[in-house]
């Protein structure tokens, strides 16, 4: 599975747009990038998931250009409760198909 | 949306003793359930693979022994932390993914808070 390099930590406030990127060289073709999100002492939820150009849903967009050697995750307007721990992960998919967590990138949103 | 549920929470156990801690998915089948451990202020680290009626797959540098497997039904893998020692105090978690699904999301459990004294 292709490693994957993001921040270690952002610093944002309430309100702002949040973007994390993170790069992942050497993406297999059958691979996903997925992100997930973390606060203290509980499991990991999944954000959002994508395999090319652009992915929105409720609380997210996903960006991933043609090359697919980076993507970026996008928070709109983010408040105090999205302090958190997002990963990202590049993944062959498939329920027995392993998750391999990197550092995570800390976001502290402050007011 | 999928729940996968652990048990217990939270447990504090003499050092020499063994813990054993469920994950269950309860609205779906999972042939394969994950076990990580995380540390704190690090990231969380696989285990092991539980797949349902064989053995578990164990990552490098885990001992099979110390952390047994079982996970005898669809919806249940138990983790055994055997002769528990300080150093094994951690955060567990499990997750699983539907086994009727492609590349969806992994769910995971809110973890398990181990404390050996």
């Known amino acids: 599975l292709a490693k994957t390099t993001q921040p270690i930590s952002m610093d944002s406030y309430e309100g702002q747009e949040v973007n994390i990127t993170c790069s992942h060289n050497?993406?297999?073709?059958?691979?996903?990038i997925t992100w997930y999100q973390q606060f203290p002492s509980q499991g990991p939820r999944f954000i959002i998931q994508g395999y090319k150009t652009k992915v929105t849903n409720e609380v997210a967009s996903l960006f991933i250009p043609a090359d697919r050697k980076s993507s970026t995750l996008s928070l709109p307007r983010v408040s105090l409760s999205d302090t958190a721990v997002y990963y990202c992960l590049v993944e062959r998919g498939g329920a027995t198909n392993k998750l391999i967590f990197g550092t995570g990138t800390l976001l502290a949103v402050q007011p | 949306g999928a729940v996968v549920s652990q048990h217990p929470s939270w447990v504090i156990c003499k050092s020499g003793t063994s813990v054993k801690i469920e994950c269950r998915s309860l609205d779906f089948q999972a042939t394969t359930m994950f076990w990580y451990r995380q540390f704190p202020k690090q990231s969380l680290m696989l285990m092991a693979t539980?797949?349902?009626?064989?053995?578990?797959?164990?990552e490098q540098g885990v001992e099979k022994d110390k952390f047994l497997i079982n996970h005898a039904s669809l919806t249940l893998s138990t983790l055994t932390v055997t002769s528990a020692h300080p150093e094994d105090s951690s955060f567990y978690i499990c997750s699983a993914r539907d086994k009727g699904q492609g590349a969806t999301e992994a769910f995971f459990g809110q973890g398990t808070r181990l404390t050996v004294v």
């Open positions: 050497n993406i297999a073709t059958n691979d996903y």
């Open positions: 539980s797949n349902e009626g064989s053995k578990a797959t164990y």
